[in-house]
């Protein structure tokens, strides 16, 4: 997984709430064997006409904003299913990291497993940040520090430690829940002692 | 200290529990399909690892499979590649797999109760959403990421934070033609689809404890819609009789002893719930959502909303982009709403007594002229059952196709959709833009409803039907 660091964009605004996964990809993409190639698929329902052709008016065929890696939405963002295409296409996009006032559980989670920052804040700082968006000005936003740096402002925003961790170093979720192995293996006789009925054999 | 629940099934996954609340989770069943889990396989031969209980794990192709006749394969190149892929998985790593001519097929959240895959008291996960079905089973039941699928097969765990308890209390009798669609869609209205984020649900009250084993499953299955992690229920007889005997369910001394175990499932006495709310199952009636999102339900005898009268902006202007897309008129009547297709199906609402309850709408009666209209059963056992009991004729006759079990036009992966523009009176769970077809207008309505739909031509009051 990539790592995250620091990262600075002009940030692109999607004022809409409850921006569901079938809006961030639509199910004719969910196809693929394969997690890479979604980016141009990405919000297809709005950035493409019935003839396939790119639509100026939305946000993100537009220059600057179609190299945003930032994007700032409204509330319950990555709502609906919790299939991991909706991260994947926002990656692949070149976003990797996702402000809004709230976020859906599942989305929020699956942010993580891909190199992905979402960041909760207040509705008056999104519209504070949103301006930016609107100015195209950069901001700035630090993992290390857990802040947001635009203009000469900050804000902090919270992150789970681990979660932050894991972000920092890239750190591959398999690989740390293996070293448990021997809890899992106690966890696992135990569970044969009292619960044979689980194993099915 | 009393617990709930969720609480008791929580502690009893716990392989480890770090300081800072993270935790490892056992995970007893996974369920695996074609869409979330290609990545992850593909994620495990990169590394090099291999799927840890491949007893543990059962994997059945739902969402792309075609619902008309399967001997010409499938046509599509993607759906078949995923499907396809899935098999060749499923063989490489030593997994059970309902193939997609085997009579046990049918979407995931169907087929795991049907087998009795699906137990009390276990955790069960899913790349899907709606694994919140199972938790009618009073398993701890959720959907997860395609990360997170290829984490359970290497590991058999889950990484996971403890969510809150949030309790549903519904209590009363259901008047005549309301059914269990009916209580969540209202449950979703009342608490809206961010209501439950962050939160388990637990559903109790006399009103859920008098409805059955399927009607329990509708209820848990749209938990999701409520933005809750999961939804469940406690166990008790009627569960426990379902599972008697069921292919995978637990044998001889194994069934005592699992027995011992399920009859403790429930919440203590005092146990402490972060949030509650409480319903009168006497004041739901039939419900629609008009709007693009499950929290839009009205009545059946309610008119379409009025963005005019809202005061915050942004509900405003979500009001009018909903009422746009489905291309329906401020304070229109429910009643008015003209449908063009009909789909009764889906995790949601594609078993066996949903199909019994449409049946019994439709028998002797002829849909509208305009109208088209299918039921894609749950799984093929679920069609073989109803067809034992002769439903198919009463459809068939009624003007409805009969199709082949799988998800459909619930999504619309396979070739089943909703052209631009046309309107479909849907017993599946989602109305989002586009979900049933780029352009498509959903509204969800119960089994018994979209059979009062198909004849009326119009969104219409199943009660009118009753005998
Ligand atoms: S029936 Fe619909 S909601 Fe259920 S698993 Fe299939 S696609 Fe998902």
New binding site residues.
Partial sequence: MQKFNTLKSIPVYLPIVNIDTDMIIPKQFLKTIKRTGLGKNLFFEMRYDDQGKEIGDFILNQNPFNNSKILIAGKNFGCGSSREHAPWALLDFGITCVISSSFADIFYSNCFKNGILPIVLEEEKIKELSEYANRKEEISVDLNENKIVYGNNEIKFDVDKFKKKCLLEGLDDIALSLKKSEKIENFEKDLKNQKPWIFND | MPNTLYDKIWNDHLVDLQDDGTALLFVDRHLVHEVTSPQAFEGLRNSNRKVRHPNLTLAVA??NVPTTDRSKGISDKESKIQVETLEANCKEFGIKLFGMNDKRQG???VTGPEQGFTQPGTVIVCG?S?TATHGAFGSLAFGIGTSEVEHVLATQTLVQKKAKNFRVNVNGKLPLGVTSKDVILQIIGKIGTAGGTGCVIEYAGDLIRSLSVEQRMTICNMTIEGGARAGLIAPDEKIFKYLKDRPMSPKDKDWDKAMEYWKNLKTDEGAKFDKEIDLQAEEILPMITWGTSPQDVITIDEKVPNPQNEKDEDRKNSLERSLNYMGLKPNMAAKDIKIDKVFIG???N?RIEDLREAAKILKDKKIAAHVHAMVVPGSGLVKEQAEQEGLDKIFVNSGFEWREPG?SM??AMNADKLKPQERCAST???NFEGRQGRGGRTHLVSPGMAAAAAISGNLDDVRKYQN
Avoid: Q
Wanted: net charge negative; aromatic share 0%; proline share 0%.
């Fill in positions: 739902d969402h979407i995931v959240h899907d709606h889906s995790c949601t594609g998800c619930c999504l599946s769970n989602r």
